[in-house]
């Protein structure tokens, strides 16, 4: 051993150790914003901020099927008030009337401060007399017995107004006192986490409470269903787990063992590990260094890596003749080496520009590791190989691989007919070739995704898409700008553009408002006249209306609605979740109902100044954040692929040795794509990842069926280790397209296709095969 | 009980008058009912306002003359509401089972001249109504009387258009 090979073991020792030492120290995430925009618009913060922790991602859907109905409405109550006790939950919904009865007390009590129709004129003779005559009809209806119980306290109707506010708002029917499914056969509650959606560990805890305190209610054979977005990460969460782990395990088990059949030796074996396990170390050490975290995907994407980075070893091992010192061996592909680590480095560069944090880890995770593994191969390997070493399966693989590589030339035609069919799918695609919709990339199983749409058309409660969202300096000025931005709603509502909308004043009105209603009230004396005068020649008995004298009298000492008023009742989580506090302010929401006209009701609204408001439509803004995502990802990708070709142009420094490096990859880009789109995909911004990768990885392969060699022997070696190259990286991708999780799946089933075809055409296109001359000249020379 | 389960429609003309303890005098509307069997009753109340209450199943929809007001609900979501109509769609129906799960059911007269009474028997409703006084002879109902718990009553009367 040189001094020189001493220093790069000795480095390449120091190097895994210090990886070892910083991944020790990593946390691993998999939270899935890991995939949503690094520098998103203030809408797209809003939406983010709601993916992550808004009361949306809150929610947990639970459906209760399998039995009789009375014993799916018993579960329900015992789940449900179980669930009310639990210390992860503020609130458990299951259309039990629970805390109804505070709710009720508090709109009562500040009826007159609570009603936006509270104004001088309500207390009139003349609008008295209206709603006096309006009352009457409604005691000939069947709303009589609740509406004379309201009366004496409230001829003016504030109660019914500010009720007719809440109004609207979907709920599931009920059976036996609590929410069912339409068809009867489900149960259905809503539960509220106290922590956020991004919280996987609390979320994870919750989703346990649930489980366990339902097969303690003992409801026979009655089945729980869970969903919500808090269940999706806890799953997510899991699926990456066990994907990982799994993939990881069968990759490692299959290249193992195909290492073992083919160089007959466990030393080699270990050896030819080496470079791949020191690259994922290195990789899992950078991407924590840059990014602060490791996200679980990233340590999914290292199963590729394994396939990948081993063909670095194989080149070497497969190559190696007897005779040869193993250096010899590497001074002769390293070139050839060094081009395809270049190449691959180039295409998963691009990644690391991505919007996404996700796929900017992988990239810098591939990059190092490729960079690693190549430059262990090249400077560690060599000196720990036996001396003489040969690959013994290699021989007796040879002249059939061979045969093969001399009669794929005969291909061409159909290659050409299939790129062109390829060619004409693609271009004739009538269904939109990109998925334009986020949820694309969403890490969630399609059968989840399907159990949580049936919860929720259950529940009755479409995803809210449209939002007004106000930002002002105090809350004083957030509330008056919800209620500026509501009057302009309530005229949009009569023009017809929306069915209707909740706003954080409908429960905690600011005090400009509250004050106004208060001074709205007449004196008592002037009142009690107003009264007697509308109501002359009505049926009603005059004494019955002394409590709304009373009350009525006292509005003008009432302390003054804050937040803290409404401690107790349902209404507070509510307000909660409308009206927030955040590092430069508050922020009001208003969610609207039964939008019809949203560019209509966009130009109505404008918040008093201060304070700023905007119509988010959280569907569109999350179509618009993926459809820049592709973008920007189709722009990194096409730069990728430019750096490539610059690479090879400056390597090979011959136009037609490029296009033939090229061509190969390029027909079998198409053909992947062409295949993607006939199996029923569309293509998501991972695909187009993963035909980036086509390009990085195939690249090897036609760089080495370009390289001119000096022997026959060598050519057969070299198709050799192409093959099990390309085996290996057909396990690593290939077993990724098994994987639940999309990104994984998707760039795996993507690669492994594209690796594929790659070698292939490779093969059919070689010139070498067709003459069997021999060049002197090597790559990169 | 059997003869009205007999019947598959009826129409009538109504007169209800209710007596409140607020009002100094008793408030009268008048209009019609419509009855499809099993589960389709309709009240059509023309005077003093029109406005028309349609039950079919489970799904109660009032409309109301004035800015095409319109609104359905769910039985299902009002107890109240549903053990009040139960009471007459089920005597209409002649539906037993029933009646007997809101009501405590006596029945008192013969096939020609019958007097139901119906005393809740659920507490939120026990709360509001204490009974409940259906009259009728044969297959038709003359009568429903509805005493509430503060006194005040109301008394529809029913005369049947044609067979």
């Known amino acids: ?781 | 009980m059997r003869a009205l389960g007999e019947v598959r429609s009826s129409k009538a003309r109504f007169v209800e008058r209710k007596h409140m303890a607020i009002l100094s005098a008793p408030l009268e509307s008048s209009g019609a009912l419509i009855y499809i069997a099993p589960s389709r009753l309709e009240k059509h109340t023309l005077a003093p306002r029109a406005e028309s209450l349609v039950l079919e199943g489970e799904e109660l929809t009032i409309a109301g003359n004035e800015r095409d007001q319109r609104r359905r609900l769910n039985l299902q979501d009002y107890p109240l509401a549903r053990a009040f109509v139960e009471s007459i769609r089920s005597t209409l129906a002649g539906d037993l089972p029933t009646l007997t799960r809101y009501y405590r059911v006596e029945l008192e007269g013969g096939e020609r001249r019958w007097r139901l009474t119906l005393k809740p028997s659920e507490p939120g409703m026990q709360e509001v109504v204490s009974e409940i006084r259906i009259s009728g002879e044969y297959g038709s109902i003359n009568a429903i009387e509805t005493i509430e718990t503060n006194g005040d009553r109301s008394v529809m009367t029913v005369t049947r258009d044609g067979p």
């Open chain 1, 1 to 781: 051993m040189t001094a020189a090979e001493r220093w790069a073991i000795g480095a390449w020792l120091v190097l895994v150790a210090a990886c070892i030492a910083v991944i020790s120290r990593t946390p691993f995430t998999t939270d899935i914003s890991a995939f949503l925009p690094r520098s998103p618009t203030p809408e797209q913060r809003v939406l983010v901020e709601q993916l992550r922790e808004g009361v949306v991602s809150r929610l947990i859907l639970i459906g209760i099927e399998g039995a009789p109905q009375d014993a799916l409405a018993r579960a329900s109550q015992r789940l449900a008030a179980a669930l009310r006790n639990h210390a992860s939950f503020v609130s458990v919904e299951n259309g039990e009337d629970v805390g109804g009865a505070q709710d009720r007390d508090f709109l009562w009590r500040n009826r007159y401060l609570l009603s936006s129709a509270v104004t001088p004129e309500r207390f009139s003779a003349g609008a008295l007399r209206e709603r006096l005559e309006e009352y009457l009809r409604l005691l000939g209806s069947p709303a009589g017995s609740l509406v004379r119980r309201l009366l004496p306290g409230d001829p003016s109707g504030e109660l019914l107004h500010i009720l007719e506010r809440f109004e609207g708002q979907a709920r599931p029917a009920r059976r036996d006192g609590v929410w069912f499914s339409p068809d009867g056969q489900r149960a259905l509650l809503v539960a509220q986490t106290r922590a956020a959606g991004y919280d996987i560990d609390a979320q994870e805890r919750a989703l346990a409470g649930i489980r366990g305190t339902f097969a303690q209610a003992g409801a026979g054979e009655a089945k729980l269903l869970v969903t919500g977005p808090g269940v999706f990460s806890v799953s997510t969460r899991a699926a990456i787990r066990d994907d990982v782990l799994r993939l990881f395990l069968i990759a490692t088990v299959l290249i193992a063992s195909l290492l073992l059949a083919i160089f007959r030796s466990p030393r080699v074996l270990a050896l030819g590990l080496l470079p791949v396990a020191s690259g994922a170390a290195a990789g899992i050490a950078a991407v924590s260094l840059g990014f602060g975290t490791v996200h679980g995907v990233t340590l999914g994407f290292g199963v590729t890596l394994l396939g990948e980075g081993v063909d670095y070893s194989i080149y070497l091992f497969t190559q190696a003749t007897p005779g040869t010192a193993p250096q010899r061996v590497l001074d002769r592909i390293w070139p050839t080496l060094r081009l395809g680590a270049l190449t691959s480095i180039c295409g998963f560069s691009a990644m690391l520009f991505s919007g996404f944090s996700g796929l900017a880890q992988l990239g810098l995770f591939s990059m190092t590791g490729l960079i690693v593994a190549v430059a262990v191969t090249r400077w560690v390997l060599p000196s720990l190989l036996p001396p003489g070493f040969t690959a013994p399966a290699a021989a007796a693989f040879g002249p059939w691989a061979l045969a093969a590589v001399r009669h794929a030339p005969a291909l061409r035609y159909p290659l050409l007919i299939a790129v062109a069919l390829a060619g004409v799918l693609l271009a004739a695609q009538r269904a939109p070739l990109w998925s334009d919709d986020l949820s694309s990339l969403s890490p969630v199983s399609r059968s989840e995704q399907l159990l949580d749409q049936q919860l929720r058309r259950d529940i009755g409660a479409p995803d809210v898409r449209y939002l007004v969202v106000i930002d002002a300096p105090q809350e004083e000025a957030a509330l008056q700008a919800s209620e500026a931005v509501g009057a302009s709603l309530r005229e949009a509502s009569r023009a017809g553009l929306l069915d209707g909308y909740e706003s954080p004043a409908d429960t905690l009105p600011s005090r400009k408002a509250q004050l106004a209603r208060q001074a709205s009230v007449p004196a008592p004396a002037a009142l009690r006249a107003n009264l007697e005068r509308a109501l002359k020649d009505l049926p009603y008995r005059r004494q019955v209306f002394e409590p709304f004298l009373k009350d009525a009298a006292a509005v003008t000492e009432m302390p003054l609605i804050e937040r803290g008023s409404l401690q107790g009742t349902r209404l507070a989580l509510r307000l909660d979740t409308l009206l927030a506090r955040r590092k430069d302010g508050w922020m009001a929401m208003l969610p609207l109902r039964g939008v019809t006209d949203a560019a209509a009701i966009a130009r109505t609204i404008a918040a008093p100044p201060g304070a700023r408001a905007v119509l988010l439509d959280l569907k569109g803004e999350s179509d618009a954040l993926y459809r820049t995502y592709r973008a920007e990802a189709l722009a990194y990708s096409l730069l990728g692929a430019a750096a490539i070709v610059v690479l090879l142009s400056a390597s090979l420094r011959s136009p037609r040795r490029v296009f033939d490096v090229l061509a190969p990859l390029a027909a079998a880009v198409l053909v992947t794509a062409g295949t993607l789109v006939l199996g029923g995909y569309q293509l998501s911004i991972f695909h187009l990842v993963g035909l980036l990768l086509v390009v990085a990885v195939g690249s090897n392969y036609s760089l080495f069926f370009d390289r001119q060699v000096p022997s026959g022997g060598d050519r057969e070696r070299t198709i050799i280790s192409l093959v099990f190259a390309n085996v290996t990286t057909l396990i690593g991708f290939g077993l990724l397209a098994f994987s639940k999780v999309p990104v994984l799946h998707d760039i795996g089933l993507t690669v492994g296709i594209g690796a594929f075809l790659a070698l292939v055409f490779s093969a059919i296109l070689s010139r070498h095969a067709e003459d069997g001359t021999v060049h002197a000249h090597a790559a990169g020379r």
